[in-house]
């Protein structure tokens, strides 16, 4: 075996609980949802059961109105992570599942992650009817956005920075500026045991966090709320749901059920996404609902449309990740942060870091586009950081020194899943 996948299965069997992956050993206890999704996309090379199982465990989780949870909680660590099952109490609120579970969502990445599971070994998953079980899961969850998340542009939207996967993007700053933190000061952070300060959100910040999530868990998670202070479109989320929708597409075409929906939902979604487009950064944003205002900041997100087959802006897209701003190439991976704005920071989370998840996605969308050589080039780099700093959470883009916390499970799952298809190191 490559030394980099021999050592990229030993992080995922080492952060293996029987039924899913935990994110890490001691900053992440629990399951989170796009976590397990991407590194379902790794496990598949190691095992396509054990692949299936981290998927269908997530999916047991999902809660009656359709949507699938950020966290599925292990509550004998529910000390070790913070707001843990004893915070969302979801047990009290009608439709939540058997287990314990935040109320919040994450993004909708998993169909896409259902497809390349099955797709790994056809033949062991009609063996074992995962598309079929699958299916109907996904479509509730597909349903509960466009429903309960979905406003006149038919965008879904974010009610919580942890919806969006990157916590403390510059996106979300003037929504939580308007807000007061009416959490005090004595905020529990057992996650600063494990990695950095100041790798990590402040305690501002993380005040605001749970501020936004206990009116929400008040109101039973119910997305009724209608002076909710934090709502907006993130453009990474819906490339995502897009690129998902078209998934289940082909996952309803394998097993006998009609696509068409789908692709059409996708293709409306498409069109949508455009309502995003901020001419004069030369990329997509979020737009905050409440102010109406698109967000004027170039991150990572906004790049990662290009996933999204048809996409109307993705030579200029193109054109911003090789520019001065993401500097694709020229720096480790892909920053989370425009390099050159005065919010940058190359240690603070979503501020600037680079991670593996969106080098990742940025990696699949410049191969299907056809730009292999840079496909392959940003697989090297992911190789290459993941292996000197022991598979870390991000990396500071300029020295690629490691950030948060290492042996982290979607690191090696998608440096062992570019090395597995698209061969980056020998």
């Known amino acids: 075996m490559n030394p980099l996948a021999d050592a990229a299965a030993r992080v995922l069997i080492e952060n293996w609980r029987g039924a899913y992956t935990v994110p890490s050993g001691g900053l992440y206890p629990h399951q989170w949802s796009w976590d397990s999704a991407f590194i379902s996309i790794g496990l598949r090379h190691l095992s396509p059961r054990r692949a299936q199982l981290e998927l269908d465990t997530l999916f047991s989780a999902q809660w009656h109105d359709g949507r699938l949870p950020q966290i599925v909680f292990d509550l004998r660590r529910d000390d070790q992570y913070s707001p843990g099952g004893s915070f969302w109490h979801s ?3 009608t439709g ?17 992650a259902t497809w390349m599971v099955h797709d790994i070994d056809p033949g062991e998953s009609r ?13 509730q969850w597909h349903e509960y956005l466009r429903q309960r998340r979905s406003g006149t542009s038919g965008l879904a939207h974010v009610i919580h920075p942890w919806e969006s996967g990157m916590d403390n993007s510059p996106y979300w700053d003037s929504a939580l500026a308007a807000m007061p933190a009416e959490i005090g000061r004595d905020i529990p952070r057992p996650d600063l045991d494990h990695a950095a300060a100041d790798h990590r959100p402040s305690n501002a910040e ?19 709320d209608e002076g909710f202070p934090f709502r907006l479109e993130d453009p990474a989320f819906n490339a995502l749901w897009i690129r998902s929708e078209l998934a289940l597409a082909d996952i309803a075409d394998a097993i ?27 990329c997509y944003t979020a737009r905050d609902l409440v102010s109406g205002h698109l967000q004027p900041y170039r991150t990572v997100s906004g790049l990662i449309p290009l996933l999204v087959p048809g996409l109307a802006r993705a030579d200029e897209v193109l054109a911003e990740l090789r ?27 979503w501020r600037g870091p680079s991670w593996f ?27 290459e950081s993941a292996m000197l700093n022991d598979f870390p959470e991000y990396i500071d883009p300029h020295t690629r020194a490691p950030r ?11 440096c062992l899943d570019l090395i597995s298809r698209l061969e980056p190191i020998s």
């Open 206 to 224: 993380y005040g605001k966090y749970l501020s936004l999530a206990a009116r929400y868990r008040d109101h039973d998670c119910d997305d009724l």
């Open 91 to 93: 047990e009290r609120i």
């Open 404 to 414: 948060g916390t290492q042996r982290f499970s979607w690191t090696a799952a998608l």
């Open 256 to 282: 006998g059920a009609d696509p068409s929906p789908h692709r059409e939902r996708a293709a409306g979604l498409t069109t949508a996404l455009e309502t995003l487009w901020h001419s004069g950064l030369g």
């Open 127 to 139: 063996r074992r009817g995962f598309l079929e079980r699958a299916y109907p899961r996904l479509v």
């Open 323 to 349: 520019g001065t701003h993401f500097a694709l190439g020229a720096v480790a991976l892909v920053p989370s942060h425009d390099l050159t704005a005065n919010t940058f920071d190359p240690s603070r989370y």
């Open 96 to 112: 939540s599942p058997d287990v314990s579970t935040a109320g919040l969502v994450q993004p909708p990445i998993h169909a896409l």
């Open 357 to 383: 998840n969106t080098a990742w996605l940025i990696a699949e969308a410049l191969n299907a586009r056809g730009h292999t050589g840079q496909a392959l080039e940003l697989a090297h780099n992911m190789a």
